[in-house]
T-cell receptor
Framework: KAGVTQTPRYLIKTRGQQVTLSCSPISGHRSVSWYQQTPGQGLQFLFEYFSETQRNKGNFPGRFSGRQFSNSRSEMNVSTLELGDSALYLC????????????FGSGTRLTVV | KNEVEQSPQNLTAQEGEFITINCSYSVGISALHWLQQHPGGGIVSLFMLSSGKKKHGRLIATINIQEKHSSLHITASHPRDSAVYICAVFDGNQFYFGTGTSLTVIP
């Protein structure tokens, strides 16, 4: 079966712009979570959606937002981009609400110039 | 303040060696995950633990909830095991990640 698909793979944006990243989970998976990875801070948890509802949230400013659609696909939006937002953004899907069986996507590498 | 500490940061081993990576955490958790990340960014979830021990092939993960400590063991290491291994804990609200252990297995 198909894995977790993230699009686009690479993205270059200008400071001040906004960006939307997409994550399509494994078929049947209802939970999608998002992570930011940078060389300096490592992996950090952004948020998690389950059945179209944000269930958990990390410590990121309100410029970072997300949503999940009825087909479980999820989008993450970052507004007013800053240079420090340059990172690898990863999403992971899991079957349900039990924090188990995560499958990660390959990530979107965002560069802010 | 780091909620999750891993050791060692870097590890070089000869093929066939037994490897141990350690993870200590300071928060109350509902689950602990071990992740593997290869160069290029792809992450694979190896284990989720809430108690005891799990084994998958040459990989063994253990957790001691009272001591807030987990270990990942690799038996008969192989060059294809070369990757960054990341410990992550879930406290019921969010995930916290260790900084990772970079493992290089030399043939």
């Amino acid at each position: 079966k198909a894995g977790v698909t993230q699009t686009p793979r690479y993205l270059i944006k200008t400071r001040g712009q906004q960006v939307t990243l997409s994550c399509s989970p494994i078929s049947g998976h209802r939970s999608v979570s998002w992570y930011q990875q940078t060389p300096g801070q490592g992996l950090q948890f952004l948020f998690e959606y389950f059945s179209e509802t944000q269930r958990n949230k990390g410590n990121f400013p309100g410029r970072f937002s997300g949503r999940q659609f009825s087909n479980s696909r999820s989008e993450m939006n970052v507004s007013t981009l800053e240079l420090g937002d340059s990172a690898l953004y990863l999403c992971a899907s899991s079957p349900g609400a039990d924090n188990y069986g995560y499958t990660f996507g390959s990530g979107t590498r965002l560069t802010v110039v | 303040k780091n909620e999750v500490e891993q050791s060692p940061q870097n590890l070089t081993a000869q093929e066939g060696e037994f490897i141990t990576i350690n993870c200590s955490y300071s928060v109350g958790i509902s689950a602990l995950h071990w992740l593997q990340q290869h160069p290029g960014g792809g992450i694979v979830s190896l284990f989720m633990l809430s108690s005891g021990k799990k084994k998958h092939g040459r990989l063994i993960a253990t957790i001691n909830i009272q001591e807030k400590h987990s270990s990942l063991h690799i038996t008969a290491s192989h060059p294809r095991d070369s990757a960054v291994y990341i410990c992550a804990v879930f406290d019921g609200n969010q995930f916290y990640f260790g900084t990772g252990t970079s493992l290089t297995v030399i043939p």
